[in-house]
């Protein structure tokens, strides 16, 4: 059974989950998961792991994220995007664009920010969006995040010059919501603001030039392999053949520090002399010990 991740360049209107249904079908495989999942209004880089790839997942969903997206100042909606009930417009005219730029400077770095009511994040056992769709009060805590960089590529009038379209670049660390940044500079400007469209560009090492869409994977299925994709992820070192054995039976080896020419990481993929993926290791003292082994003795998969 092959393994390795599927770049998907996700459309609109799907969810996470309809994805990784369709690669289940085009891999003839059940063992499919996805690395954070993308709104149904979200298009862009949804990394999806295959058989022993979904191994990986759990490393690939802290990673930093890249978005391109839209926001309309002068509208503030329920869902924070342009899926939700217009709850507030207010004139947006007035606004400049070294405000915009201002504001944006604002909420760059290191900031808290207060999760969109819709997340799914769970609020006395229930996600928070199904809380919100039947009519109870959310209140999240805001959470600390990162926004390496927030960069304004244009601004430009709507509806006439009362609302203002600001299209973005976002890299940030995981866990960002894109859609609270658009509500929170509009906020910050006094008019109020949602997000009117949304795309992700890359997701750690993997970016949209290695995406493909669902027809383009329909049309001739294909993966990253499992070696290339924990290559591309994490620190790597190359072992000798009684490293890679002793791993192999889950047996401790010399610790990544000590072991010359290798990468240094808290986590690091262990590759055979034949460039086979063995283990992910982690330096505990004098040695290093499997994390997880992929290639594990007698293990013919």
């Not at 759990?58 to 926001?71: F, H, N, P, R």
């Not at 400077?105 to 997340?119: A, C, D, H, N």
């Not at 949602?194 to 970016?207: E, F, I, K, M």
């Amino acid at each position: 059974m092959l393994s390795g991740l599927v770049i998907v360049d996700k459309p609109r209107g799907w969810t996470s989950h309809d994805v990784v249904g369709k690669v289940r079908r085009l891999a003839g495989t059940r063992k499919v998961g996805h690395a954070g999942t993308l709104d149904p209004m979200a298009t862009g880089v949804l990394v999806v792991g295959v058989n022993k790839a979904t191994r990986l997942l759990s490393y690939i969903v802290g990673t930093e994220k890249t978005y391109t997206a839209t926001i309309r100042l002068g509208q503030s909606t329920v869902t924070d995007d342009a899926e939700g009930e217009v709850l507030e417009e207010r004139l947006a005219a007035a606004i400049t664009e070294d405000q915009i730029r201002g504001g944006v400077g604002r909420l760059t770095g290191e900031i808290l920010q207060v999760p969109s009511s819709v997340s799914a994040i769970k609020v006395a056992g229930e996600r928070s969006y199904a809380r919100v769709r039947a009519g109870k009060e959310v209140a999240l805590e805001a959470r600390p995040v990162t926004i390496h960089s927030f960069e304004v590529h244009g601004v430009r009038r709507v509806r006439g010059g009362r609302l203002q379209d600001v299209d973005v670049t976002v890299r940030c660390s995981s866990g960002t919501y894109i859609r609270a940044l658009a509500r929170d500079l509009g906020n910050d400007l006094g008019v109020g603001g949602h997000l009117t469209a949304l795309r992700r560009t890359q997701v750690g090492p993997y970016g949209v030039e290695q995406a493909r869409t669902l027809e383009e994977l329909a049309e001739g299925f294909t993966m990253l392999p499992l070696d290339d994709a924990a290559r591309a992820l994490l620190p790597t070192r190359e072992l000798t053949e009684h490293e890679a054995v002793e791993l192999s039976f889950g047996r401790r080896i010399e610790s990544t520090r000590a072991a010359a020419g290798a990468e240094r990481g808290p986590v690091t993929a262990a590759f055979a002399p034949d460039g086979a993926l063995v283990a992910l290791i982690k330096d505990t003292g004098a040695h290093a010990k499997p994390e997880l082994v992929f290639a594990a003795q007698g293990d013919g998969a």
